[in-house]
């Protein structure tokens, strides 16, 4: 081959090799731009996971707030209640004591009546009264401080009680205080 054949030769693959380069450098920079609009997308979307995020947490944090105000609100409540349903109750005392000049008669049937409010307030309210005498003693409700023989009653029966006792469903206000017999 000459020299002048080798020339042309020469020149055709430069020409041809140009394109290439060309095409090349095109698909980088779309790869490069591809590349740069994902993470774009990316980082858009991890920001608004973490903005998520923080709404979640914030969200979780006021309601854990609000959570705790209306436990509070609600002890609270129920104590206003209780003392609200019992004031009648102080008034008639009130009333019992004002009255000085009551007859024996009449301030034993007021106190009678006021205590019969009251027991309507607790009946209300859900609260029972328990130990009565006959009953069958059960260490869960009644507190024994004294036993007695009696041939009269059975095993383990109330014979007497000092203070009866009172409970809301199964939670024992005050355990009554009897004396049990044989």
Sequence with gaps: MNEKTKKPLEEEEIL??????????VEEETVETEAGDELDSLQKALEEEQNRYLRLMAEYDNFRKRSAREKDNI????????????LPVLDNFDRAFENEDAAPE???????????????????AGVETFGEAGETFDPNLHNAVSH????????????QVFQKGYKIGDKVLRHAMVVVAN
């Excluded at 002890?75 to 019992?86: G, I, N, P, R, V």
Aim: charged letters at 40%; a negative charge; proline letters at 4%.
């Design 75 to 86: 002890y609270t409540d129920a104590k206003a209640d209780a003392f609200t349903s019992l």
């Design 16 to 25: 041809e090799e140009a394109p290439v380069e060309e095409e090349a450098a």
């Design 106 to 124: 009449d301030f034993r049937k007021g106190i009678e009546m006021t205590r019969d409010q009251l027991l309507a307030v607790f009946e209300k």
């Design 148 to 159: 007695v023989e009696d041939p009269e009653q059975g095993e383990n029966v109330l014979a």
